[in-house]
């Protein structure tokens, strides 16, 4: 699965497609841009609603929900939008007869609050468990239930503590360090090798325990005993308000932002942390010296053990966590 952004890539993957499997058709479909992406587990008897749980994206729409970092209870999601959500799902499982699991991937747009499904799997989704764990509710006892004929609310009993409002925080894990030569850039195709989840009644709390128990440590500032060094690499640097407003939020926090970094700095280990923001990996996008540069950078970074994000929304994200929580585990 590849994203193309012009004729001239389009024609180049269609070419590469029919080569490896001449036998088998193209699918084509509208990429959505500039939105965010929804997780919707949940379980149906006789196409009756009777369990349901939403979970937000950090990252941007287009990345794979596998490679994705997930909130659950959402953070940031308005009710309406929730309950949207709900009357989505109630739709489709009465509409499909379900009885039993199934999982909903929605795009997202914030400014409309339009919702667009772009997926619906009739089986249970790596996040179940997830949900499970966070909300209290065992979804896989519930589907059982549901699928042998009995009633769901024998299975539909809250386990101890989760009277609690506590959030929980999934993130991948990659093995980037373990594939020479392999782009670490997210995009459409799943590119991690695993998963970790931390729950907390702070949502920030749990995403910096997230985040650094997968081993995707992002150092907080030194303070007095040095700034931290990180190398912000931006297509469009200049122009790009978002980029540079995220630059001066670092610098007050007392991170030393350098606009610019070279393969050395990181060979050398002049900075501790390198957030390189291309493009969702596209037919196409790694054909530009500028495209080529930028890879190189991402894998030199891996290479050299140097601390890299790509996704700029997870890295506002975290910036929040570590103003509100300035948290040992990530020194």
């Not at 997930?70 to 953070?75: D, E, L, N």
């Not at 501790?272 to 890879?295: A, D, K, N, P, Y």
């Not at 506002?316 to 570590?322: F, K, M, P, Q, V």
Request: net charge neutral.
């Amino acid at each position: 699965m590849k994203v193309v952004r012009d004729r001239a890539a389009l024609d180049t993957y269609v070419q590469e497609a029919t080569r490896v499997s001449p036998d088998y058709p193209v699918v084509l479909s509208k990429y959505e841009e500039n939105g965010e992406e929804i997780d919707i587990d949940a379980v149906c008897r006789d196409g009756k609603l009777v369990a349901f749980a939403v979970s937000e994206h950090i990252e941007a729409a287009g990345v794979h929900s596998g490679d994705a970092t997930m909130i659950h209870p959402p953070h940031s999601l308005p009710k309406r939008t929730i309950d949207a959500c709900k009357v989505i799902a109630g739709k489709i499982g009465r509409r499909l007869q379900i009885s039993g699991p199934f999982n909903l991937q929605i795009i997202y747009t914030r400014e409309t609050n339009e919702l667009k499904v772009i997926e619906t799997n009739l089986r249970a989704s790596r996040s179940m468990p997830f949900v499970s764990r966070a909300s209290g509710v065992d979804f896989a006892r519930v589907a059982t239930v549901s699928i042998m004929g009995y009633d769901p609310a024998m299975a539909l009993d809250t386990r101890a503590g989760a009277s609690e409002k506590v959030y929980g925080v999934k993130t991948p894990v990659f093995s980037f360090d373990r594939l020479p030569g392999a782009d670490i850039l997210l995009g459409v195709t799943m590119k991690a090798t695993g998963e970790v989840a931390c729950f907390h009644k702070d949502v920030y709390k749990a995403l910096l325990c997230a985040i650094n128990s997968a081993g995707r440590n992002f150092p907080a500032p030194h303070g007095q005993s040095g700034a931290t060094a990180v190398c912000l690499h931006a297509k469009e640097f200049s122009g790009d308000a978002r980029t540079q407003n995220l630059a001066l939020r670092m610098e007050q926090m007392g991170y030393e932002v350098k606009r610019s970094c070279s393969i050395e700095d990181l060979s050398l280990k002049r900075v501790e942390l390198l957030l390189e923001f291309s493009s969702l990996s596209s037919v196409g996008s790694m054909e530009t010296e500028q495209g080529q540069f930028s890879q190189r950078l991402r894998r030199q970074a891996i290479d050299a053990n140097v601390n890299v994000f790509t996704q700029i929304n997870l890295v506002e994200t975290i910036l929040a966590a570590i103003q509100k929580n300035p948290s040992p585990l990530l020194s």
